[in-house]
T-cell receptor
Framework: DVKVTQSSRYLVKRTGEKVFLECVQDMDHENMFWYRQDPGLGLRLIYFSYDVKMKEKGDIPEGYSVSREKKERFSLILESASTNQTSMYLC????????????FGNGTRLTVT | QKEVEQNSGPLSVPEGAIASLNCTYSDRGSQSFFWYRQYSGKSPELIMFIYSNGDKEDGRFTAQLNKASQYVSLLIRDSQPSDSATYLCAAQGGKLIFGQGTELSVKP
């Protein structure tokens, strides 16, 4: 089974802090994604990556950056956390072929105070 | 704006009944369709995917796809209280688009 591991289940950070969310997958998947999920807004794509050191903006990249130095690891960075970034963050990965399904990590619930 | 639409629910069915979850999509170029189940406070988990018109069965679950009508559905037979969750439909052409989800409640 595919395992996508997010480093923290819950995080509480202060406004203005730099926040790192880590994600590791163990199935040699080419594609990795970061989503946030908010009530009434559904899943929204922040950034994705199809290869090491490659990144593409999703639908809501503002206030975020990403890093993919190794194939198995995809990090989401909140440069200066704000209260409107309080959310559930979901990492996902998929095989590098068209239309392959996403496999999600357990999620990180981030609260910014 | 490419969209995937689902009834928000909640859809309530008695235990043992068939639950029918529906989804429509706007992008005619969509080729692949996915159903995810999400328990409260948990992450989505893939339960079915379908690429071709018709039905695809997996245990108590059946996914149905009608590309001409741009419609995909998920049937859950012999519904159990453990099936109570939010079900997310997703359609992929170039981009994967998620619906808002339908909340299903199975009453004992």
């Amino acid at each position: 089974d595919v395992k996508v591991t997010q480093s923290s289940r819950y995080l509480v950070k202060r406004t203005g802090e730099k926040v790192f969310l880590e994600c590791v997958q163990d199935m040699d998947h080419e594609n990795m994604f970061w989503y946030r999920q908010d009530p009434g807004l559904g899943l929204r794509l922040i950034y994705f990556s199809y290869d090491v050191k490659m990144k593409e903006k999703g639908d809501i990249p503002e206030g975020y950056s990403v890093s993919r130095e190794k194939k198995e690891r995809f990090s989401l960075i909140l440069e200066s956390a704000s209260t409107n970034q309080t959310s559930m963050y979901l990492c996902a990965s998929s095989v590098g072929v068209d239309n392959s399904p996403l496999h999600f990590g357990n999620g990180t619930r981030l609260t910014v105070t | 704006q490419k969209e995937v639409e689902q009834n928000s629910g909640p859809l309530s069915v008695p235990e043992g009944a068939i639950a029918s979850l529906n989804c429509t999509y706007s992008d005619r170029g969509s080729q692949s369709f996915f159903w995810y189940r999400q328990y409260s406070g948990k992450s989505p988990e893939l339960i079915m995917f379908i690429y071709s018109n018709g039905d695809k069965e997996d245990g108590r679950f059946t996914a149905q796809l009608n590309k001409a009508s741009q419609y995909v559905s998920l049937l859950i037979r012999d519904s159990q209280p453990s099936d109570s969750a939010t079900y997310l439909c997703a359609a992929q052409g170039g981009k994967l688009i998620f619906g808002q989800g339908t909340e299903l409640s199975v009453k004992p």
